[in-house]
């Protein structure tokens, strides 16, 4: 897969706007900067989500970072090519005559699957093999998608947490007005570390696991589609048909303008 730089530039971004906020109000950006208020929102809900998910889950918090800077597994278009030349090989060689592409392919779930045509495997054994691969594949998935969404809901409340311990500390001390405005503006800054990272950081990045996950499981019933259907010995042309509806309107367009020379033979819209 590419790399992805999207989320990394929406996430400065986002920290500068609100920087730019800081500033254009005349406050001071080093006021924001409190570090017990950082500790006690982020490191304080890191501590809730170990009591909530098993270490194994939150092991894989780095492999999870990983997959968010990576386009998400389509590729839909040259698949569509791909299944069509594989399915044209086999009704005229056989299907043993897949063996040597089997070698060329990365995708897993694809090589599992035509390894298995290949071996004489039933439809039905097929198709239960690799939709259990890729329910496992998306169990693992959500399970990350899961711990940032729970550390989402989790940050804004420890940083309510670190205002209240704020406001007692101030409350504490009445007999000395002056730092009462300076008391509550540190109170309040947990509250702002909590919202900051939910909405910029925990919250956005559950979203963009949940969208990954979606379009690869998309690509995954697409690729099972194909594998039945050279198994099932179909016409290439069927094959194609069947395997475009799998692509969106700009997609059909994109595999007719490069497999037909730029003329649409129908209309997929």
Request: one cysteine or more; glycine letters at 8%.
């Amino acid at each position: 897969m590419k790399k992805n730089s999207m989320p990394t530039i929406g996430a400065a971004m986002g920290l500068i706007l609100i920087m730019w906020a800081i500033a254009s109000s005349g406050g001071e950006i080093t006021n924001f900067v409190h570090l017990p208020s950082i500790v006690i929102t982020l490191f304080g809900s890191f501590c809730a989500m170990i009591i909530s998910f098993p270490f194994k889950t939150l092991r894989n918090i780095p492999n999870t970072m990983k997959i968010l800077l990576m386009n998400p597994k389509d590729g839909r278009i040259k698949l569509v090519s791909l299944f069509s030349d594989l399915s044209k090989k086999a009704r005229m060689n056989g299907l043993l005559a897949l063996e040597d592409d089997i070698l060329n392919l990365d995708d897993d779930l694809l090589v599992t699957g035509l390894q298995m045509v290949v071996d004489g495997v039933e439809p039905d054994i097929i198709r239960d093999i690799l939709e259990l691969d890729l329910d496992t594949t998306a169990r693992r998935h959500r399970a990350g998608q899961e711990v940032f969404e729970r550390w989402g809901e989790l940050a804004p409340a420890f940083g309510m947490l670190g205002t209240l311990i704020g406001l007692i500390i101030m409350l504490l001390k009445l007999d000395d007005p002056s730092a009462i405005g300076s008391g509550m503006a540190t109170a309040l800054l947990t509250t702002f570390y909590g919202s900051l990272f939910a909405n910029l950081l925990f919250i956005p990045v559950a979203s963009n696991l949940s969208v990954q996950t979606d379009e690869e499981l998309f690509t995954g019933h697409m690729i099972i589609e194909g594998v039945l259907e050279i198994q099932a010995g179909s016409n290439p042309r069927l094959l194609e048909e069947k395997l475009i509806t799998y692509l969106s309107p700009v997609e059909q367009k994109m595999y007719l303008a490069s497999n037909q020379g730029g003329k649409e033979a129908r209309s997929y819209e």
